[in-house]
């Protein structure tokens, strides 16, 4: 089993649909967690970081459920320059190395 | 303006050789790492290091080598050794231990011809 795993889509939905990812993990040590977003042939940047109790910025809202090992993100509203690709980053405390998921890639269409 | 340096933008070798990618931070971040990325696929460690004069192999090192001599400086080595160099390669760092995510620089696209 990956250590993290995404559905590498894509997802295809139309201007203004809501859409969600999910990520899953198998290090039940793991304890910080991120989303970045990737565009084609460009450096990730970090998108939110995905606290206990779930954070929302603007029209993104992460949540983490530990119970069952994954983080979500979802998008509301969703614009054309949302398409990209959102990587979802795990690590453990104090640990330095980070493992990134494959990515799922978003298409948003007119 | 503080952040990560990464060059060249873009890299041509012939099989064989050698070749060594710069990456620069000065946001005196104590780790840095590289990645490579393949077309259509994620980012796979290569080596990190969380302080000077010391890194560790990440998931594929074999054909790679680094060095930390400087806090602001982890420069990557694709050797004759890596069967397959062809590849977007990317540094990153982070301050410290903790909750810290990873800024990453532009990266460096290395075709091997």
Redesign the interface.
Known sequence: RKEVEQDPGPFNVPEGATVAFNCTYSNSAS??F?WYRQDC??????LM?VYSSGNEDGRFTAQLNRASQYISLLIRDSKLSDSATY?C?VNE???????????TKLQVIP | DGGITQSPKYLFRKEGQNVTLSCEQNLNHD?M?W?RQDPG???R?IY?S?IVNDF?K?DIAEGYSVSREKKESFPLTVTSAQKNPTA?Y?CAS?PG???????????T?LTVL
Do not use: C, D, I, M
């Open positions: 304890q910080s991120f042939r460009k450096e990730p940047k970090l970081s990587l980053v405390w104090g640990y330095q190395k980070v493992t990134f998921g494959t990515g | 780790a790492y990645y696929q994620g980012l460690l990190y969380q560790q990440g977007f990317l982070k231990q903790g909750f810290n995510e990873q800024f990453f620089g532009p990266g696209r």
